[in-house]
């Protein structure tokens, strides 16, 4: 059994809680708790005990975490955050009291070697504890991390599907930086390697059609998302006719149980400023944090691959199939 704690930005785009739906319908998993990061966080707290309500599961914890990014950089909400999870009311399980930061290290001090923890958004929260608890690292059995990019997408059309920058990352460029330099046991799940997974057309209408409270609350999430998906990239100037329902987070937590979903390449990876062309811009921007593999001794698993098919009837498997 993965003991599992998952570190997340639930609410802003819809793979947070499909992620935590995941987790709850996995018996490898025992799911430890749930730490909220980035802007909000208690609202997002909600969100997660609103879920973990939903689908029967309120005795796993929920923490807000801290909601400024380390740096000078501000939080960004985008306004939907919540957007059907709350149809049919608020949630009457509430976040524990006390911090998210002081929750995970309890944890991982408590039970070396036997946490892992998924992160689904800025990292602030990591790099909070491992600056608290200086063991951290070292008693943390597996930190999994959806961000980074390490060979950027061009579609057939030409157009940059994954631009250079991700939005996890540099949501918290500091606290990035310090986890990505942290020596824990990481695997990095980029955004190159998770937009491989978009979900099939038969799998949502199968969980549509589904009547486990998880496919539901999954049909009640993705409602608004095809039309929000298409506006959000006609906002950042890529036009396109149909955007993927995207499993990155969800992607992520599952190769914290089956690792073989992916292919992994042991890499170094080191995250820095570097100029970047960025073409739906027209220029050359210097503030976007970027993960660059070096020639140098490796220090972490990089997932350069992952098998589509297998993770996504998996994933609706489990949903449909599910609590
Ligand atoms: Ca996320």
Redesign the pocket.
């Known amino acids: 059994m993965e003991r599992l704690i998952i570190d997340?930005?639930?609410g802003?785009?819809y793979?947070?809680a499909f992620a935590v739906l995941l987790a709850a319908n996995s018996p490898e998993v025992r799911f430890e708790g749930v730490t909220t990061c980035y802007g909000d966080t208690a609202l997002r707290a909600e969100i997660a005990c609103k879920i973990l309500e939903f689908v029967g599961m309120p005795e796993v914890p929920v923490y807000a975490g801290i909601r400024d990014p380390l740096g000078e950089a501000e939080a960004l909400m985008f306004g939907f955050e919540g957007q059907g999870v709350f149809d049919d009311g608020r949630p009457e399980k509430q976040p524990e009291p006390g911090s998210a930061v002081d929750f995970l290290v309890r944890m991982v001090r408590e039970n070396p070697g036997e946490i892992t923890i998924c992160t689904?958004?800025a990292v602030t929260n990591v790099a909070a504890a491992i600056r608290q608890d200086p063991t951290f690292v070292t008693n943390l059995k597996h930190l999994i991390i959806?961000g980074g990019v390490i060979v950027p997408v061009v579609d057939e059309k030409g157009i940059t599907r994954s631009p250079v920058e991700e939005y996890?990352l540099n949501n918290d460029p500091v606290a990035a930086k310090i986890v990505m330099n942290s020596g824990a046991n990481t695997t990095l799940v980029p955004i190159d390697v998770t937009l491989r997974v978009p979900m099939a057309k038969r799998h949502i209408e199968a969980m549509e059609a589904a009547t486990s409270r998880s496919a539901q609350m999954v049909s009640r999430i993705l409602a608004p998302w095809p039309e929000q998906e298409r506006l959000i990239y006609l906002s950042v100037g890529i036009p396109t006719e149909f955007t993927g329902i995207w499993l990155?987070?969800p992607l992520t937590v599952a190769v914290a149980y089956d690792p073989g979903l992916i292919t992994s390449a042991r890499l170094h990876v080191a995250t820095e400023y570097a100029p970047t062309l960025v073409p739906r811009d027209l220029l050359v921007r210097h503030d976007i944090l970027r993960t660059i593999p070096k020639k140098k001794a490796p220090n972490m698993n990089v997932a350069v691959d992952v098998d589509a098919e297998r993770f996504t009837q998996l994933f609706a498997d489990r949903i449909i199939d599910g609590r």
């Open positions: 997340t930005d639930i802003t785009y793979d947070d689904l958004g959806m996890n990155h987070d």
